[in-house]
């Protein structure tokens, strides 16, 4: 999809903040919040998707199913950079594909619902060819900070997000008392919300061939268990931030908790994850400009001792950010 350029005003700034806190929000609720009219917040969101600015998508998360999440990092000749990337962005299964470090390397999320699916994605299923040169897999192991809770759009006020923040999610889900797996039926609700995470009622019903009361059930439970979440798909650059990284760290083993935690409180940062692999953390970045991620490296990372080295790698240019749904688990076929 094409991308137009377009300047947000602080009501479109707050228009993401508000779809970051729930991205099905109505549009009388993010009306209120920001002090417009439900016209004037339905047609802002209607003017900056088509415009390829900001969209919202519906996603699974993963390790509420017990899904195996990656970073995979592959190295190839430069001609063929463009052309892997957008290989591994029109896979169902990946997310967040980034050209790094001069176009020479391409980084990008996977997840698969059992270890088999990750073997045959790490050893069958990536693009295969002579043009790459080096191919590196990092399994996930811990999350201290995800792209939807980044602090980078927050625009509202402690008493404009409070009417529009949902229910906590079912904890006793975390601890196995509760079960939710995905059924057949689900995948055509769960198709369409990946390309529009605002679909409605009445559309996700046509898909599904429910009726819109079996609609809003079935949302409500995914999303009740944390399953199905909904993000806000928008380029960093839109909302100030031009230069981004991803900072592949080796930590202490003993201070690698309160490392990620330090990290994943810094408002620059959208991810931090625990990884296997010969750095055993991950960190997206976003800063305004390349200045602004000089300082950030050399004060507030440099500040944390425990780290042993780090690497840099600056994105260069991004293929697919969120929008990308999981495969199901073969034994709910």
Known sequence: MKTDTVTLDETDLGLVHALQIDGRAPFRLIGEALGVSENTAARRYRRLRAAGTLRVVGGLNGSRLGYHAWTVRLRCTPDAATAIAGALAARTDTSYVHLLSGGTEISCSVQTPTADESEALLLHKLPRTGRITDVSAHLLLDSHALPNSWAGPARLGPEQAALLARPPVDRARDAGAVRISLEPPDRPLLDLLARDGRASHAELAAATGWSESTVRRRLAVLRGAGVLTFLVDVAPA????????????????????????????????????????????LAAVNCRDSPDLARYLTTRVAALDAIRSIETAPVVRTVKRAGTLLPFDRSSR
């Open 238 to 281: 839109a909302l100030g931030f031009r230069t981004e990284a991803r900072l592949w760290m080796s930590v202490r083993p003993s201070r690698l908790a309160a490392t990620a935690a330090a990290l994943a409180g810094h408002p620059e940062v959208s991810l931090v994850a625990h990884t296997t692999g010969p750095t055993n953390l």
